[in-house]
Every structure is written in C-alpha cells, then in structure tokens.
C-alpha cells in the first residue's frame, strides 16, 4: 500500500494517478504473457515491449519482473485506505472498509487478477509478491487503527486487530479468484463483503481515542 505521508486523502494528483495508471498496465500485461508462456519463459524485455515502454523504464517501477504484478494485488488495498482515512474513527475499522469497499479498485480488471491468484498457487516468486504485499497491507491497517485510536500501531491488539482485517481480505480473494468456475459463486465484491461481515462479528471492537 501507498505510504500515509502528509495524511492526504481523496482522490491523488494527477502526475501520481498516471503513475498507478502505468504501474497497473505493467501488471496486467505480465500476467497476460506469464498466462500465455509461463513465468520462466517471460522475459523483462517482454513485458516492457507488451506494455509500450522500454525495458530501463520498467526497472525504474520494479526490482524484478515478478514485482511487475505487485499493483493487481496493491491497487485494491490502496484504494480502501484513501476512502477509509476519511471516515469516522470511532467505527470498526474492518466496519469501515465494509461499507468503502463498493467503490475501491473498480477500475481493475478482475480477470487479471484471477489469474495472478492461481498463478501464485504454483509460482513461488509470484507467491512471495502475493505475501509480501499483504504483510505491508497488515502494517498500513495496524497505522491506521493507531491513528484512529490512540493506541501504538505496535500493540497486540492493535496488531491482532490489523491482522485478522488483512487475513480476511486476502482470503476472501483467494476464494473468489480459485473457485473451479469463476461464474459459480458471488462476484468478487460481493465475496469481500461477505468475509468482511463475519469478522465485524468476531473481532475485537477498536477502542476510541479519547476526546
């Protein structure tokens, strides 16, 4: 997820909205050939060449060309942290994303990244992308509980909290993206709500800073 700097919210400046923009036609291009010819078969020059711009481009946005799908897994996440920083502290924060989540991410293409998904299952340098994106995610949410209560980031609670938000967001897209038919079942939206329903009734309730 994108760094909280400064605390800005609402929508990003237009230089860093092409930038994502960018990053996420990268991603959707690499998984597109790792779909089509395997992961080991693709090359750096690949992927650059499918996404319009030259190789020493790509490698000022990423460190490897699995890094390259790291905004199908990001975008998402980032999206419900700017609608959520906005909204009342004294709510849930697994509440909140609940009721950010309709809007977040939907310019990405789901199929692109039910690919990645199952890609991940059998690629072990796409899974450590797929992981290392949710461990950031659980230090963003576990900042963001902090900041909406008080309490430091790096508590139990605070962490537990943070932990069982993420835990349930990256499980309710594993569920949608492996389903055998991927028109069985709700869609992904749907499928996020639902994992998000069942943890406001199970987690621990934030406790509010104080006035």
């Known amino acids: 997820m994108t760094g909280r700097a400064g605390g800005a919210t609402g929508r990003p400046p237009l230089t860093e909205r092409r930038r994502a923009e960018t990053r996420r036609e990268i991603a959707e291009e690499a998984v597109r050939l790792f779909v089509a010819q395997g992961v080991a078969a693709t090359t750096a020059e690949d992927i650059a060449s499918a996404a319009g711009i030259s ?5 000022r946005y990423f460190r490897s060309k699995e890094e390259c799908v790291r905004p199908l897994l990001t975008t998402g996440l980032e999206a419900l942290a700017r609608e959520v920083e906005g909204r009342n502290g004294t709510v849930p924060l697994a509440e909140s994303v609940l009721h950010a989540h309709h809007g977040a991410g939907a310019e990405q293409d789901p199929r692109a990244l039910r690919d990645l998904v199952r890609l991940c299952r ?21 900042a963001m509980i902090a900041d909406r209560t008080g309490r430091p980031a790096d508590g139990l609670a605070v962490r537990m909290e943070a932990g069982v938000l993420n835990t349930a967001l990256r499980i309710a897209v594993e569920d949608w993206a492996l389903r055998p038919d991927p028109a069985e079942g709700p869609p992904l939206g749907d499928t996020v709500a639902a994992a998000l329903r069942l943890i406001t009734h199970v987690s621990a309730p934030e406790t509010p800073r104080p006035a």
């Open 122 to 142: 059998d690629e072990p340098g796409l899974r450590a992308v797929w992981l290392e994106a949710h461990y950031d995610a659980e230090a963003e949410f576990a």
């Open 55 to 59: 190789t020493r481009t790509l490698w």
